[in-house]
Nanobody
Framework: VQLQAFGGGLVQAGDSLRLSCDAS????????VGWFRQAPGKEREFVAA????????QYGDSVKGRFTISRDNDKSTVHLQMNSLKPEDTAVYYC???????????????????WGQGTQVTVSS
């Protein structure tokens, strides 16, 4: 499984940005694709995840109500729409995928077997 994240950039507080992750997985599979972020000197933090099988989503507390994860129905591309961005959202954002048989907690890094390279998001105040 290969994942490629893109769409990062430099924005101002209050702006919006959309990240995308191209995943080399079947659209009818049971993978979960998630987004994590890591700021300098901090641990990697769960942002959001979506299950390819049933479309269920889950969000980290710090982004609920501001970020939306979605998937193209005919592509294995997952989007992260980020609205009302704050300086504390500044981080490298990674997309990752679980194995199709994984049924554990999707908010922990240990649940993900496949990781893409990160894309930098910088929010200026």
């Amino acid at each position: 499984v290969q994942l490629q994240a893109f769409g990062g950039g430099l924005v101002q507080a209050g702006d919006s940005l959309r990240l995308s992750c191209d995943a080399s997985i079947r659209t009818d599979s049971r993978y979960t694709v998630g987004w994590f972020r890591q700021a300098p000197g901090k641990e990697r933090e769960f942002v959001a995840a979506i299950n390819f099988s049933d479309g269920r989503t889950q969000y980290g507390d710090s982004v609920k109500g501001r970020f939306t994860i979605s998937r193209d129905n005919d592509k294995s591309t997952v989007h992260l729409q980020m609205n009302s961005l704050k300086p504390e959202d500044t981080a490298v954002y990674y997309c990752a995928a679980t194995s199709p048989s994984y049924s554990g907690d999707i908010s922990v890094t240990g649940g993900y077997d496949y990781w893409g390279q990160g894309t930098q998001v910088t929010v200026s105040s």
